[in-house]
Nanobody, 123 residues
Framework: VQLQASGGGLVQAGGSLRLSCAAT????????MGWFRQAPGKEREFVAA????????YYGDSVKGRFTISRDNAKNMVYLQMNSLKPEDTAVYSC?????????????????WGQGTQVTVSS
């Protein structure tokens, strides 16, 4: 299993970025997908998740209304559209996959993780 996140960069506060995660995995549409982030000196934080079919999405409180997660099962891709970015959104963003679980924000329920992409929001 390989997960490759991309699309990070430097953006001014109020701007937008779209992150992508390419998954090399069999039966991609059998897995839920999540985005997490980790800022320096802080614990990893749940950002967003999407179920296998893309019909249900979940968001952390700090990003609700600003970020949108989506997926394209034909391309084995998951996306995170980030709007109205704030300096506190600065972090390394990583994607992860899970087969089963009850709590979408629980790090322990994710089976595979990719290397992250840096997002820096300047004030």
């Amino acid at each position: 299993v390989q997960l490759q996140a991309s699309g990070g960069g430097l953006v001014q506060a109020g701007g937008s970025l779209r992150l992508s995660c390419a998954a090399t995995i069999r039966a991609f549409n059998s897995y839920g997908m999540g985005w997490f982030r980790q800022a320096p000196g802080k614990e990893r934080e749940f950002v967003a998740a999407i179920n296998q079919r893309g019909s249900d999405t979940y968001y952390g409180d700090s990003v609700k209304g600003r970020f949108t997660i989506s997926r394209d099962n034909a391309k084995n891709m998951v996306y995170l559209q980030m709007n109205s970015l704030k300096p506190e959104d600065t972090a390394v963003y990583s994607c992860a996959v899970r087969r089963y679980g009850a709590t979408w924000y629980a790090i322990r329920e994710y089976d595979y993780w990719g290397q992250g992409t840096q997002v820096t929001v300047s004030s």
